[in-house]
């Protein structure tokens, strides 16, 4: 028979990432939890983890079997937890995936809100631009772009990011603003550096789709380089809408063409695929989702 307390180990084993942190959580020596997996995996006649002196990987089995206990092992560690702190209110950390420019056009004053609405909750984020494994990082909820293809995850889809053409309002006094999408190419634009030679715009407009020659004396392969090039009059820009729309709203960059533009990827909350998620990741999900959607940044449709 299956020792469920054995269950409840390879569960933090999962969430931690190594033995020795989860024998750290659980209070235990290291070689007994370890004992106690090879006792589990033994019982079930299965490897549930594949191990190496840099980091653990659940096998196949082990990937199965964590998706069909992790929600049951943690829905009892929850109501034990709300009955040691004598509540249901949610708390515990966050641990939450972000792009590197996360911070850049989502303000921290957010978080802030959410953190005075649920003082329990702790929140730790991990900022890159590569794409975050959920159960190895031991990463709750992440904020991506794009598709999601990994069968086990979840992904709420908050709305599709845009890109729109901006410039300072300092520029287009100099230069003139564009009537039309052919205007762009006597104009100034900062781009980002295009291996087949001149970059080349397709934008979208309730016209059609246009593609339009651009060049400009300022060329970056960072999309945040080319949002303060845009603020510093260097010319036209074309970038999401979660990034310029904030200094659109404060004046110091003005919409370009505003019927023209490019339609972006789907943006997603996505979490591992569970029944029932713990309640403070549940929370910052609906908060995010509503923060980003009332701010439209996004395009609901």
Not at 175 to 186: K, M, W
């Given at each position: 028979?299956?020792?469920?307390?054995?269950?409840?180990?390879?569960?933090?084993?999962?969430?931690?990432?190594?033995?020795?942190?989860?024998?750290?959580?659980?209070?235990?020596?290291?070689?007994?939890?370890?004992?106690?997996?090879?006792?589990?995996?033994?019982?079930?006649?299965a490897r549930l983890?594949?191990?190496s002196t840099r980091?653990?990987?659940?096998?196949?089995?082990?990937?199965?079997?964590?998706?069909?206990?992790?929600?049951?092992?943690?829905?009892?560690?929850?109501?034990?937890?709300?009955?040691?702190?004598?509540?249901?209110?949610?708390?515990?950390?966050?641990?939450?995936?972000?792009?590197?420019?996360?911070?850049?056009?989502?303000?921290?004053?957010?978080?802030?809100?959410?953190?005075?609405?649920?003082?329990?909750?702790?929140?730790?984020?991990?900022?890159?631009?590569?794409?975050?494994?959920?159960?190895?990082?031991?990463?709750?909820?992440?904020?991506?772009?794009?598709?999601?293809?990994?069968?086990?995850?979840?992904?709420?889809?908050?709305?599709?990011?845009?890109?729109?053409?901006?410039?300072?309002?300092?520029?287009?006094?100099?230069?003139?603003?564009?009537?039309?999408?052919?205007?762009?190419?006597?104009?100034?634009?900062?781009?980002?550096?295009?291996?087949?030679?001149?970059?080349?715009?397709?934008?979208?407009?309730?016209?059609?789709?246009?593609?339009?020659?651009?060049?400009?004396?300022?060329?970056?392969?960072?999309?945040?380089?080319?949002?303060?090039?845009?603020?510093?009059?260097?010319?036209?820009?074309?970038?999401?809408?979660?990034?310029?729309?904030?200094?659109?709203?404060?004046?110091?960059?003005?919409?370009?063409?505003?019927?023209?533009?490019?339609?972006?990827?789907?943006?997603?909350?996505?979490?591992?695929?569970?029944?029932?998620?713990?309640?403070?990741?549940?929370?910052?999900?609906?908060?995010?989702?509503?923060?980003?959607?009332?701010?439209?940044?996004?395009?609901?449709?």
């Amino acid at each position: 028979m299956v020792d469920l307390n054995d269950v409840a180990l390879f569960v933090q084993v999962v969430q931690a990432g190594s033995f020795a942190e989860a024998a750290r959580r659980a209070g235990m020596p290291s070689n007994t939890l370890s004992r106690r997996i090879q006792q589990l995996e033994a019982t079930l006649g299965a490897r549930l983890l594949h191990r190496s002196t840099r980091k653990l990987t659940l096998t196949e089995a082990g990937a199965a079997f964590h998706a069909r206990c992790a929600d049951s092992v943690e829905t009892l560690a929850d109501a034990a937890t709300d009955l040691a702190e004598g509540g249901p209110s949610p708390g515990g950390r966050i641990r939450v995936a972000a792009p590197a420019d996360f911070f850049n056009w989502f303000p921290v004053d957010w978080m802030a809100e959410f953190l005075r609405t649920y003082p329990k909750v702790k929140l730790e984020f991990s900022l890159s631009d590569s794409r975050a494994d959920l159960v190895s990082e031991r990463i709750d909820v992440a904020i991506r772009g794009g598709e999601v293809l990994e069968p086990t995850l979840v992904a709420r889809r908050i709305g599709t990011g845009r890109h729109s053409l901006v410039a300072s309002p300092a520029y287009l006094a100099e230069r003139g603003t564009p009537q039309a999408p052919e205007d762009l190419a006597a104009h100034d634009c900062v781009v980002m550096p295009s291996a087949s030679g001149r970059p080349l715009w397709r934008l979208t407009s309730p016209d059609g789709t246009a593609e339009v020659p651009v060049s400009g004396r300022f060329h970056a392969n960072s999309a945040q380089a080319l949002l303060q090039a845009a603020l510093a009059g260097l010319g036209i820009a074309l970038l999401p809408d979660v990034m310029s729309a904030p200094h659109v709203r404060g004046g110091q960059l003005a919409t370009v063409l505003p019927s023209c533009g490019i339609a972006g990827g789907d943006l997603h909350l996505v979490y591992q695929s569970r029944r029932q998620l713990p309640r403070a990741v549940q929370a910052f999900v609906e908060f995010t989702m509503a923060k980003i959607r009332e701010s439209g940044l996004v395009c609901l449709s």
